[in-house]
């Protein structure tokens, strides 16, 4: 048989899924729930049960199982054993432990890698990977997923109506790690298709790809590789690496869709899937598979030896608040309902440094992602590994299977002050208004990410340190964010940051200026509007298509080598950059908010605001070093709504009714209540990974 047509046949004919019909899996009143990864595989069958009481004796209410077992479940070709799992299924049901079974595609058993080593991945190098670690296997080879298919359906039919079955998760940290991408003949072909689905003809193709540029022209399809910095004496066309990074996040959304589809086509109904994404991960988008899972959880572990200066001489030990919360805001708004799948327990094993976190700093966490408004927190793991690659991963137990270790005793009180807040919870509370306020659409696409990062013009810009920069500076004024993309309605939303939005067309330049004419206030920031999609620069003057969106001119950007710092001056205050620099000229009607003090441009705008319609857009053209600029500008764009100053990674949310303070910075801090709040956990001064959760 042709296995790419049966895989094909397959998707085609499986149901769609429609949310609108789906159970109550997180009823409100829980709020959230905790729980554990467990490997029974690894540990003596006598030790199940005791390992499953103490669980439940520790707070746990679910058991994370499977994730990682093909070998055990499929130990020979067509041969599949799964009454060890169901013993483990009927021993968390005894404990009173929900489930969550996981899909093993992550680690493939050697029986299928040696018959069909097609299925691994090749690395740039054109190595292929072997067996031995996990996602060695490639999601696109249609052999590999004809196989994932089958252990899929046998875990379907024997749990998907298994009423003790809470949940599933395809697949784990959906990647190649470190090797990134696959170049196999395989993931080539699903390219060349994608490109031939997008293009139609090869000479689009060379249109958008530019390739009469160094005489990069093709005559088909076929001819067509994938980027690879290997292959070239220089960069790899960065409008086909666009393309290709498109398309691998495509993929990605696929195989997931391919094993959701596959899950419910052989009995899952009542159960809800997930994946479990990476933080803050650039290669998949989770927002592409907002059809095809029903909830949106992720990875995250805090603590693995870098420093976070911006916190104090505690960073290292606490952690970055603005990256957890960041996470928490983008995963959300996705559907509603969304988790932590792996949080970290206590020290790890993969950091270049792995320190311990800061006693309180893992009760911490877990709780910002309840104020998050998380539904689910997991821990990875219940008992740390006595062999393998994460021996020193520790657990919730101790090496001796049974003692509490200090991360599992945190986890413990967190489970124990969720079910002292539950009888608390308000079913009809309502967001402050004031609060409400300031609530913030932050806008990202993947594809400016990309883009930037195939052309980022000086290596001192960081994309991902520009979006936490102005996401900081919105959480220390109290500011309820989402992180959406640009088809959302954006018509809710007081405001709107759109930072580094480098590629635009007509159609957002319109709903932008919409948007701000009916009275919304929107900010964009530095390399904003440079380019078409395709990455192509207008041939117009430079990022000529938002001049009149911003009321301004944008005639040069700078960037300064090494550790050189320029000087912006806003309202007498100076601040250092070094990264980027737009330089401005405003139009008339159009407010300079800051300027270049330094450089042969001094006295010219890094920022300028201006009234359109009913509402204002704002341009913060240059990128500081601390984001202090772009924090004092902030808040004054912000300031008719009353905005907190708190310190920065000093968070305070509000959800279901609660405040809830977490702070992530090495001082203690003051939450700002009333004086008549209710205070449910904690104190009014927060210690450095304290909590505090009031009602007002």
Same mark, same amino acid.
């Given at each position: 048989?042709?296995?790419?047509?049966?895989?094909?046949?397959?998707?085609?004919?499986?149901?769609?899924?429609?949310?609108?019909?789906?159970?109550?899996?997180?009823?409100?009143?829980?709020?959230?729930?905790?729980?554990?990864?467990?490997?029974?595989?690894?540990?003596?069958?006598?030790?199940?049960?005791?390992?499953?009481?103490?669980?439940?004796?520790?707070?746990?209410?679910?058991?994370?199982?499977?994730?990682?077992?093909?070998?055990?479940?499929?130990?020979?070709?067509?041969?599949?054993?799964?009454?060890?799992?169901?013993?483990?299924?009927?021993?968390?049901?005894?404990?009173?432990?929900?489930?969550?079974?996981?899909?093993?595609?992550?680690?493939?058993?050697?029986?299928?890698?040696?018959?069909?080593?097609?299925?691994? @991945?090749?690395?740039?190098?054109?190595?292929?990977?072997?067996?031995?670690?996990?996602?060695?296997?490639?999601?696109?080879?249609?052999?590999?997923?004809?196989?994932?298919?089958?252990?899929?359906?046998?875990?379907?039919?024997?749990?998907?109506?298994?009423?003790?079955?809470?949940?599933?998760?395809?697949?784990?940290?959906?990647?190649?790690?470190?090797?990134?991408?696959?170049?196999?003949?395989?993931?080539?072909?699903?390219?060349?298709?994608?490109?031939?689905?997008?293009?139609?003809?090869?000479?689009?193709?060379?249109?958008?790809?530019?390739?009469?540029?160094?005489?990069?022209?093709?005559?088909?399809?076929?001819?067509?590789?994938?980027?690879?910095?290997?292959?070239?004496?220089?960069?790899?066309?960065?409008?086909?690496?666009?393309?290709?990074?498109?398309?691998?996040?495509?993929?990605?959304?696929?195989?997931?869709?391919?094993?959701?589809?596959?899950?419910?086509?052989?009995?899952?109904?009542?159960?809800?899937?997930?994946?479990?994404? @990476?933080?803050?991960?650039?290669?998949?988008?989770?927002?592409?598979?907002?059809?095809?899972?029903?909830?949106?959880?992720?990875?995250?572990?805090?603590?693995?030896?870098?420093?976070?200066?911006?916190?104090?001489?505690?960073?290292?030990?606490?952690?970055?608040?603005?990256?957890?919360?960041?996470?928490?805001?983008?995963? *959300?708004?996705?559907?509603?309902?969304?988790?932590?799948?792996?949080?970290?327990?206590?020290?790890?094993?993969?950091?270049?440094?792995?320190?311990?976190?800061?006693?309180?700093?893992?009760?911490?966490?877990?709780?910002?992602?309840? #104020?998050?408004?998380?539904?689910?927190?997991?821990?990875?793991?219940?008992?740390?590994?006595?062999?393998?690659?994460?021996?020193?991963?520790?657990?919730?137990?101790?090496?001796?299977?049974?003692?509490?270790?200090?991360?599992? *005793?945190?986890?413990?009180?967190?489970?124990?002050?969720?079910?002292?807040?539950? !009888?608390?919870?308000?079913?009809?509370?309502?967001? !402050?208004?004031?609060?409400?306020?300031?609530?913030?659409?932050?806008?990202?696409?993947?594809?400016?990410?990309?883009?930037?990062?195939?052309?980022?013009?000086?290596?001192?810009?960081?994309?991902?340190?520009?979006?936490?920069?102005?996401?900081?500076?919105?959480?220390?004024?109290?500011?309820?964010?989402?992180?959406?993309?640009?088809?959302?309605?954006?018509?809710?939303?007081?405001?709107?940051?759109?930072?580094?939005?480098?590629?635009?067309?007509?159609?957002?330049?319109?709903?932008?200026? #919409?948007?701000?004419?009916?009275?919304?206030?929107?900010?964009?920031?530095?390399?904003?509007?440079?380019?078409?999609?395709?990455?192509?620069?207008?041939?117009?003057?430079?990022?000529?298509?938002?001049?009149?969106?911003?009321?301004?001119?944008?005639?040069?950007?700078?960037?300064?080598?090494?550790?050189?710092?320029?000087?912006?001056?806003?309202?007498?205050?100076?601040?250092?950059?070094?990264?980027?620099?737009?330089?401005?000229? !405003?139009?008339?009607?159009?407010?300079?908010?800051?300027?270049?003090?330094?450089?042969?441009?001094?006295?010219?705008?890094?920022?300028?605001?201006?009234?359109?319609?009913?509402?204002?857009?704002?341009?913060?053209?240059?990128?500081?070093?601390?984001?202090?600029?772009?924090?004092?500008?902030?808040?004054?764009?912000?300031?008719?709504?009353?905005?907190?100053?708190?310190?920065?990674?000093?968070?305070?949310?509000?959800?279901?009714?609660?405040?809830?303070?977490?702070?992530?910075?090495?001082?203690?801090?003051?939450? !700002?209540?009333?004086?008549?709040?209710?205070?449910?956990?904690?104190?009014?001064?927060?210690?450095?990974?304290?909590?505090?959760?009031?009602?007002?």
């Amino acid at each position: 048989m042709n296995r790419s047509r049966s895989t094909l046949a397959l998707f085609f004919m499986l149901p769609l899924f429609s949310p609108a019909a789906a159970p109550d899996w997180f009823p409100r009143s829980d709020m959230m729930s905790i729980g554990v990864y467990y490997y029974p595989e690894a540990w003596p069958e006598s030790q199940w049960a005791r390992d499953m009481a103490n669980m439940r004796k520790m707070g746990m209410e679910f058991v994370h199982l499977g994730e990682f077992a093909w070998s055990f479940m499929e130990p020979e070709e067509g041969h599949f054993e799964l009454d060890w799992l169901e013993k483990n299924v009927a021993l968390a049901a005894q404990n009173h432990l929900k489930v969550i079974l996981c899909t093993p595609s992550a680690t493939p058993p050697i029986w299928l890698t040696r018959k069909y080593p097609e299925i691994l @991945m090749v690395d740039a190098a054109g190595r292929r990977m072997n067996h031995g670690g996990r996602q060695q296997a490639d999601w696109s080879a249609p052999v590999y997923r004809d196989y994932v298919a089958k252990i899929d359906a046998e875990l379907a039919k024997r749990f998907g109506r298994d009423p003790r079955v809470w949940g599933w998760q395809i697949d784990n940290e959906l990647s190649h790690y470190e090797k990134e991408f696959s170049y196999s003949p395989a993931a080539t072909a699903r390219f060349r298709a994608w490109l031939r689905e997008k293009y139609g003809t090869i000479a689009r193709l060379n249109a958008d790809w530019g390739t009469a540029f160094w005489s990069m022209v093709y005559q088909n399809f076929d001819q067509i590789e994938i980027p690879n910095q290997l292959d070239h004496p220089g960069l790899p066309n960065p409008h086909a690496q666009l393309d290709f990074n498109r398309w691998f996040a495509a993929e990605a959304a696929d195989y997931l869709r391919f094993q959701a589809a596959t899950l419910r086509q052989n009995g899952v109904a009542a159960q809800w899937i997930t994946t479990n994404y @990476m933080a803050m991960y650039p290669n998949v988008d989770p927002t592409l598979s907002a059809k095809d899972l029903d909830a949106f959880t992720w990875t995250h572990y805090p603590v693995h030896g870098d420093v976070f200066p911006e916190n104090g001489p505690l960073g290292f030990r606490l952690g970055s608040g603005a990256v957890q919360s960041f996470m928490h805001d983008f995963m *959300r708004p996705i559907n509603g309902l969304s988790g932590l799948m792996e949080l970290q327990p206590g020290q790890v094993n993969w950091g270049a440094i792995n320190p311990w976190p800061q006693p309180g700093a893992i009760h911490m966490w877990i709780m910002r992602a309840f #104020a998050a408004g998380a539904r689910i927190v997991c821990t990875y793991r219940y008992r740390q590994p006595l062999f393998g690659n994460e021996q020193y991963h520790k657990g919730l137990v101790e090496t001796d299977g049974v003692t509490p270790s200090p991360g599992g *005793r945190e986890y413990s009180r967190a489970m124990a002050d969720i079910l002292k807040l539950r !009888p608390s919870y308000r079913p009809d509370a309502k967001e !402050p208004a004031a609060y409400a306020k300031r609530r913030t659409a932050f806008l990202i696409n993947f594809d400016n990410r990309w883009d930037i990062e195939n052309h980022k013009q000086t290596t001192r810009w960081d994309t991902h340190a520009h979006w936490l920069k102005y996401y900081r500076a919105l959480k220390s004024m109290m500011a309820p964010v989402d992180v959406v993309t640009e088809d959302r309605d954006l018509a809710a939303y007081p405001f709107v940051v759109a930072p580094a939005y480098q590629l635009v067309d007509q159609a957002l330049i319109a709903k932008w200026t #919409a948007y701000a004419g009916n009275g919304g206030h929107l900010i964009l920031t530095a390399r904003t509007g440079q380019k078409d999609r395709r990455g192509h620069f207008p041939e117009t003057l430079w990022a000529e298509q938002i001049y009149r969106l911003i009321g301004a001119r944008l005639p040069i950007y700078d960037l300064l080598p090494g550790n050189l710092e320029g000087t912006v001056t806003a309202e007498g205050v100076r601040y250092s950059w070094g990264s980027w620099a737009d330089i401005l000229e !405003p139009e008339p009607g159009t407010t300079s908010l800051a300027t270049y003090s330094d450089q042969f441009y001094a006295g010219r705008s890094a920022a300028v605001t201006h009234k359109l319609g009913k509402g204002s857009v704002t341009y913060i053209g240059v990128d500081t070093e601390k984001g202090d600029l772009e924090m004092a500008l902030l808040r004054k764009i912000y300031a008719a709504t009353a905005p907190a100053t708190l310190k920065p990674d000093f968070l305070v949310d509000w959800r279901d009714g609660f405040w809830v303070a977490t702070n992530f910075t090495s001082l203690p801090q003051v939450i !700002p209540a009333a004086a008549t709040a209710h205070l449910l956990l904690g104190a009014r001064t927060v210690a450095p990974g304290g909590v505090t959760v009031w009602q007002e």
